[in-house]
């Protein structure tokens, strides 16, 4: 037996030094492979970082639109809300009661001084008139023969007007020139004295009547010229002068009522509409306009964005930076605003889409579709 166990552990020891031989094969090939292929791609990957890291990135030019700073001359204004109204308009009504016998307008049309709008029926007056009418001839009559006395005579007079008093009262007349709304009354219908019949309103010239606070009233005066716009035709402007302002200040809100007049031939003003009016002060100034939509406004300021060429130390490369300025604004015109600290005439700025910049970031200009600002905008939708 113990013959035969030594060969088995022959076998054995044999077989363990073939499998630890096979073993150290596959390491050495293994690390050698390392050594070929993954230790050459990680210091390449290494210096390709350390390179990356080493120089800053260069972010692509961001697009924006432009505008210049310009120096304008802007004439000092003040504005203010108002309305229109009538130099001239009344609520035609009948001084007698009565039936209506006739309508001589139409809605709408236009009437003269001393037209008669409506006519009451007045049957018992007109008899009445022709009456007095014909004891007013006998009576004239025999004072020419001397038959009766002068106070006769004035009597016969006075009766005789009297009726034609009557009748006249029995006829609407318009007061004044102008153009007539929509009548309140129709034909046959019974009314009573006081009886609303037509509105009369005379449209040329009109009226701007509108508030400004107190201490401006030392530089209104008679005369001024004033512009007004309405929202019902946004695409006119229409000129007027100062003609009145009002001798008290109203003592709850400190403002003053003053009064435009402006020429009205095609009647395109009427009475009750809302307008802007801007009262022109004879001063002239300059000032620093840029487009509203350049500025960005913040609770701690006020800011615009200058663009500036700026030249790359090492490549000598030019390109176009923006920095960050901050400025007071002052007044506002339509599209523009006035700048009245901050900025330099002719300065570039940017003029739209401040919001997404930064200062210091590299920008290119393209003002293809820039919008045009105006001193008088008209949006579409308004």
Same mark, same amino acid.
């Given at each position: 037996?113990?013959?035969?166990?030594?060969?088995?552990?022959?076998?054995?020891?044999?077989?363990?030094?073939?499998?630890?031989?096979?073993?150290?094969?596959?390491?050495?090939?293994?690390?050698?492979?390392?050594?070929?292929?993954?230790?050459?791609?990680?210091?390449?990957?290494?210096?390709?970082?350390?390179?990356?890291?080493?120089? !800053?990135?260069?972010?692509?030019?961001?697009?924006?639109?432009?505008?210049?700073?310009?120096?304008?001359?802007?004439?000092?204004?003040?504005?203010?809300?108002?309305?229109?109204?009538?130099?001239?308009?009344?609520?035609?009504?009948?001084?007698?009661?009565?039936?209506?016998?006739?309508?001589?307008?139409?809605?709408?049309?236009?009437?003269?001084?001393?037209?008669?709008?409506?006519?009451?029926?007045?049957?018992?007056?007109?008899?009445?008139?022709?009456?007095?009418?014909?004891?007013?001839?006998?009576?004239?009559?025999?004072?020419?023969?001397?038959?009766?006395?002068?106070?006769?005579?004035?009597?016969?007079?006075?009766?005789?007007?009297?009726?034609?008093?009557?009748?006249?009262?029995?006829?609407?007349?318009?007061?004044?020139?102008?153009?007539?709304?929509?009548?309140?009354?129709?034909?046959?219908?019974?009314?009573?004295?006081?009886?609303?019949?037509?509105?009369?309103?005379?449209?040329? !010239?009109?009226?701007?009547?509108?508030?400004?606070?107190?201490?401006?009233?030392?530089?209104?005066?008679?005369?001024?010229?004033?512009?007004?716009?309405?929202?019902?035709?946004?695409?006119?402007?229409?000129?007027?002068?100062?003609?009145?302002?009002?001798?008290?200040?109203?003592?709850?809100?400190?403002?003053?009522?003053?009064?435009?007049?402006?020429?009205?031939?095609?009647?395109?003003?009427?009475?009750?509409?809302?307008?802007?009016?801007?009262?022109?002060? !004879?001063?002239?100034?300059?000032?620093?306009?840029?487009?509203?939509?350049?500025?960005?406004?913040?609770?701690?300021?006020?800011?615009?964005?200058?663009?500036?060429?700026?030249?790359?130390?090492?490549?000598?490369?030019?390109?176009?930076?923006?920095?960050?300025?901050?400025?007071?604004?002052?007044?506002?015109?339509?599209?523009?605003?006035?700048?009245?600290?901050?900025?330099?005439?002719?300065?570039?700025?940017?003029?739209?889409?401040?919001?997404?910049?930064?200062?210091?970031?590299?920008?290119?200009?393209?003002?293809?579709?820039?919008?045009?600002?105006?001193?008088?905008?008209?949006?579409?939708?308004?």
């Amino acid at each position: 037996m113990h013959d035969v166990a030594k060969p088995v552990k022959a076998m054995s020891q044999k077989r363990e030094s073939d499998w630890l031989g096979k073993l150290i094969i596959v390491i050495i090939a293994g690390g050698a492979l390392f050594l070929i292929v993954v230790v050459p791609i990680g210091l390449i990957k290494f210096f390709q970082v350390r390179k990356m890291m080493s120089s !800053p990135t260069q972010m692509p030019p961001t697009t924006v639109s432009s505008a210049v700073v310009k120096e304008e001359d802007w004439a000092p204004m003040l504005s203010a809300i108002g309305s229109v109204s009538a130099v001239q308009g009344a609520v035609v009504s009948t001084e007698l009661g009565g039936v209506v016998e006739q309508i001589n307008f139409q809605n709408g049309g236009e009437a003269k001084k001393g037209d008669v709008l409506v006519r009451l029926a007045a049957r018992a007056e007109d008899a009445d008139l022709q009456l007095a009418r014909q004891d007013l001839e006998r009576t004239r009559d025999l004072a020419v023969r001397k038959v009766i006395s002068k106070a006769e005579l004035d009597a016969a007079e006075s009766k005789f007007k009297q009726k034609e008093g009557a009748v006249a009262k029995k006829e609407v007349r318009a007061p004044f020139d102008g153009q007539l709304g929509i009548r309140q009354v129709n034909v046959g219908q019974m009314i009573n004295a006081g009886q609303q019949v037509v509105q009369l309103t005379a449209l040329d !010239p009109v009226y701007v009547d509108f508030a400004l606070p107190e201490q401006f009233l030392s530089q209104l005066g008679n005369g001024l010229e004033v512009d007004v716009r309405v929202d019902a035709l946004p695409d006119h402007d229409f000129k007027g002068k100062l003609t009145a302002v009002n001798s008290m200040v109203d003592s709850v809100t400190r403002n003053v009522t003053a009064q435009a007049t402006l020429e009205n031939p095609e009647h395109t003003l009427r009475p009750g509409m809302f307008a802007k009016a801007q009262v022109v002060l !004879p001063a002239k100034g300059k000032a620093l306009v840029i487009p509203g939509s350049a500025v960005s406004y913040a609770p701690f300021g006020d800011s615009v964005y200058v663009i500036e060429k700026k030249k790359d130390e090492k490549t000598g490369k030019e390109s176009q930076v923006i920095r960050q300025q901050f400025v007071r604004v002052g007044e506002s015109r339509g599209d523009f605003v006035s700048v009245t600290q901050g900025l330099k005439g002719g300065e570039t700025i940017v003029s739209t889409g401040v919001f997404k910049l930064r200062n210091g970031m590299t920008v290119t200009i393209n003002n293809d579709l820039a919008p045009k600002p105006q001193l008088k905008p008209n949006p579409v939708d308004s």
